[in-house]
């Protein structure tokens, strides 16, 4: 059944753990609640196998929900001579695209070119773009003279300025997305709970048999156990933790498996770049690379790629990130933004993996994403980036066969399957460059609505009605998850979300009878206003 057909399911969480405390036994228990997560989850359950999700905080709370927000295939690979890599990405763009045309769509990229051979050398591989991305490409790639790249981008530094190269990927909303799947899944009979903890991965005979949980909202509530055939790591940067639970069991040492990167992000006025398509400099002067992307009205400046020994909840970023990041816009901007420009910043960190000693306890599906099982059967599924997350699925599935932890399955359908929301094919759509609105809502926009306070506008498009239906509809429990994932305004403006975090707050009194620790979103809100240097 198409999911846009479907009436919002209730997330009341008294009935949600109520469940969760009678469940005994699953054929699928996915820990972790971000991209790779819940695209296992999905295409379990879409495959017939019963499934359990379990979050320890909220759905994208970590890494997916600090994306640049790109669908994308990987034009760094394609330098690189990855082709295969690039292939894969964008195929799957093709499906993201197609499967929530509300939440991810088509975004052209212009490549300024400042020095003479820059433009042809770029473009002659985006063409090779064009070839490998097939019936899936979304547009040709054009050589752009001078007055051409000033047309595409207002803004842009015409000093020195040769011309350019326009391209096609995509951009999308990965909060909302992350949300979706998770919605989407339990349309289809999974069971999903975010602020649930695994505390414990059981075994019996030497082998993973299931989990046992917490509730992470109230210290004083009881967990439960959960048995399953299969349970399959996908925690994000923090899967050596779980991978921990496992080995201490079978009492051996963890040799981890992780090694964190942070990727700082810097959101600014639209006004420093005016335009409806992104901003690429491929090669910086040290090397690395530059967005400048227009999104939900305002526009991201990024990113980095610096190495941590941690994985904490709230990365912050250091002053050389954001100093390279102000230095290399204003090499392209005609207006330079500065420090006290940065509307909000935000980091997200990489779960870049360790290689492995182990062949027969491994396998590197790519560069991107890892899939290891454990001497006791414990699947971890890490690494790999948001555009490619349901083949991801597909692959962590295929080694649970493989490993004899699941019976042989169906063909995944997740290729093409309308997630929640999503509205028919060639229906009329708002751009993600425009500010945030109901659109983000898809089909389900009407219903919202229809909810108390639809007309009551916060700030940045966010109404009465939208904070709600979060908490009715959306698994929505703090201010946090209000204003930093069903909306985005902490990604976007970090003094709005603060201003309009009481109100919400006091929304969510009335909902649940508790404030939604206010006091903790502005204690984090701060964070993202406060710009280091």
């Not at 040769?162 to 069971?191: I, K, N, P, S």
């Amino acid at each position: 059944m198409n999911q846009s057909a479907l009436p919002p399911l209730s997330t009341d969480r008294s009935r949600l753990l109520a469940d969760l405390r009678a469940l005994q036994m699953v054929d699928v228990i996915v820990v972790g609640g971000g991209a790779s997560g819940l695209g296992v989850a999905l295409d379990a359950r879409l495959r017939g196998l019963s499934v359990l999700l379990l979050e320890s905080n909220d759905f994208a709370g970590g890494t997916s929900s600090r994306a640049t927000k790109l669908v994308h295939g990987g034009v760094r690979y394609l330098a690189q001579g990855d082709i295969g890599l690039v292939r894969e990405a964008l195929h799957e763009r093709q499906a993201l695209l197609a499967n929530a045309p509300h939440l991810a769509q088509p975004l052209a990229f212009v490549m300024p070119a400042y020095r003479v051979w820059e433009a042809p050398f770029y473009g002659t591989g985006l063409k090779l773009y064009d070839v490998l991305a097939g019936k899936a490409s979304l547009g040709p790639t054009r050589w752009l003279g001078r007055s051409g790249v000033r047309d595409h981008l207002p803004g842009i530094n015409t000093k020195g300025l040769f011309g350019g190269v326009r391209y096609w990927d995509g951009q999308f909303d990965d909060a909302r997305l992350a949300l979706t799947l998770a919605r989407t899944a339990v349309a289809q009979g999974a069971l999903v709970a975010n602020y649930c903890a695994v505390t414990e991965v059981l075994h019996a005979q030497g082998r993973v048999c299931g989990v046992r949980w917490r509730d992470t909202l109230d210290a004083g509530a009881t967990g439960g156990e959960v048995r399953a055939r299969c349970v399959i790591n996908a925690a994000g940067v923090w899967v050596d933790d779980i991978r921990q639970m496992d080995d201490q069991a079978a009492g051996r040492p963890t040799r981890p498996m992780v090694a964190p990167s942070q990727g700082v992000h810097l959101v600014v006025d639209r006004s420093f770049l005016p335009a409806q398509e992104a901003l690429l400099v491929p090669h910086t002067r040290d090397g690395r690379v530059l967005f400048a992307v227009p999104w939900l009205g305002h526009v991201i400046l990024g990113t980095t790629d610096t190495p941590r020994h941690d994985a904490v909840r709230e990365p912050q970023a250091l002053p050389e990130e954001v100093s390279f990041i102000l230095t290399e816009a204003a090499r392209v901007l005609a207006r330079a933004p500065r420090r006290e420009d940065v509307l909000s910043l935000w980091v997200g960190l990489r779960p870049l993996v360790r290689p492995s000693d182990d062949d027969d306890d491994t396998k590197t599906i790519s560069r991107e994403h890892t899939v290891r099982v454990s001497p006791a059967g414990l699947v971890t599924v890490t690494g790999g980036k948001w555009t490619t997350y349901r083949a991801m699925a597909e692959d962590v599935l295929q080694r649970c066969v493989r490993a004899n932890l699941l019976d042989a399955l169906p063909p995944s359908r997740t290729w093409r399957f309308p997630l929640v929301g999503a509205p028919a094919a060639g229906a009329a759509r708002t751009p993600l460059t425009a500010p945030p609105g109901i659109q983000a809502y898809g089909t389900e926009g009407a219903y919202v609505e229809t909810l108390p306070g639809a007309r009551d506008n916060l700030a940045l498009g966010l109404t009465q009605a939208m904070v709600r239906f979060a908490v009715r509809h959306e698994y929505a429990r703090t201010v946090e998850d209000v204003l930093a994932r069903r909306h985005r305004m902490l990604f976007l403006n970090a003094a709005q979300a603060i201003a309009q975090a009481p109100v919400v707050a006091k929304i969510l009194q009335e909902e649940l009878g508790t404030d939604g620790d206010l006091n903790g979103f502005l204690a984090l809100a701060k964070h993202y206003r406060t710009v280091p240097g």
